[in-house]
């Protein structure tokens, strides 16, 4: 009987990195897009998101993933907080 977290065989990382590379570029694009109908230079975008995350690209991701939370069902939205202790590239 297994305890803990499944594990994934080694060949699935690069899938797991693949896909974090799609979602964050569509978030980044999606920042990006959001800035500029209201006017916003991406110097200026970079230095919000800066002080946001207080210069730690971690909390920067960790804030981007709470906000999206609303957006998901109870289940999924189980699903996505158990990933919070992935630390992904950045």
Known sequence: MQTGFPSRPPSV????HAVWSKTSTQALSSLVNEA???NIPNSQLKLILRSLA???PRRLADSIMRGYESKLS???KRNWQAQYNIPYPY
Do not use: C, T, Y
């Open 13 to 16: 990382i690069p899938e797991f």
């Open 36 to 38: 500029r109908s209201h």
């Open 54 to 56: 207080q210069g730690e």
């Open 74 to 76: 109870v289940l999924d």
